[in-house]
T-cell receptor, first 113, second 111 residues
Framework: DAMVIQNPRYQVTQFGKPVTLSCSQTLNHNVMYWYQQKSSQAPKLLFHYYDKDFNNEADTPDNFQSRRPNTSFCFLDIRSPGLGDAAMYLC????????????FGQGTRLTVV | GESVGLHLPTLSVQEGDNSIINCAYSNSASDYFIWYKQESGKGPQFIIDIRSNMDKRQGQRVTVLLNKTVKHLSLQIAATQPGDSAVYFCAEKDTGNQFYFGTGTSLTVIP
């Protein structure tokens, strides 16, 4: 029973060519997150949405943007991918407040050529 | 973001032994902590959590200990099995909605 679904699982894009990664959820959670995870590193939070309120991390490059058209879907847009943007991108969701964990998708592995 | 770090990047244990994975956090205002397990090519999977008003919580074969005095968190896995081989991350939730992850420990179980 997939609850946080990321598509595609693997994405190859050309250097400088805009790319969009997708995430959907069936949990009806208020909060959706995007993390970047490079090899042998911890997931790094890029930004999150609380409902329609966008919250960017201070060190997230402008090259990364996000859209959340409705509760179920959230997109990560990389405007001009560089070789250093090759990574696993993880989407997660959680309920607002309280002590409740974040639920993760299986990730999209992005390769930049 | 807050700093959440681990002492040991790799850990190898014999099958059947107990494993202990440690984590230090820096934000004394964090009130909720989670341990995640991540297998190769997959997303993090929830293992166990603990609130800041607790010092110990037990699950099936896993125990999390929280020492707020020294801002230290540990995960104990009893009778470690080959299927436990993975990378383990601690994460803290701050007063907002953000989850920040520690460095991670790669656990290898030797049959």
């Amino acid at each position: 029973d997939a609850m946080v679904i990321q598509n595609p699982r693997y994405q190859v894009t050309q250097f400088g060519k805009p790319v969009t990664l997708s995430c959907s959820q069936t949990l009806n959670h208020n909060v959706m997150y995007w993390y970047q995870q490079k090899s042998s590193q911890a997931p790094k939070l890029l930004f999150h949405y609380y409902d329609k309120d966008f919250n960017n991390e201070a060190d997230t490059p402008d090259n990364f943007q996000s859209r959340r058209p409705n509760t179920s879907f959230c997109f990560l847009d990389i405007r001009s991918p560089g070789l250093g943007d090759a990574a696993m991108y993880l989407c997660a969701t959680s309920r607002v407040g309280g002590n409740t964990e974040a639920f993760f998708g299986q990730g999209t592995r992005l390769t930049v050529v | 973001g807050e700093s959440v770090g681990l002492h040991l990047p790799t850990l190898s244990v014999q099958e059947g032994d107990n494993s202990i994975i440690n984590c230090a956090y820096s934000n004394s205002a964090s009130d909720y902590f989670i341990w995640y397990k991540q297998e190769s090519g997959k997303g993090p999977q929830f293992i166990i959590d603990i609130r800041s008003n607790m010092d110990k919580r037990q699950g099936q074969r896993v125990t999390v200990l929280l020492n707020k005095t020294v801002k230290h968190l540990s995960l104990q896995i009893a009778a470690t099995q080959p299927g436990d081989s993975a990378v383990y991350f601690c994460a803290e939730k701050d007063t907002g909605n953000q989850f920040y992850f520690g460095t991670g420990t790669s656990l290898t179980v030797i049959p």
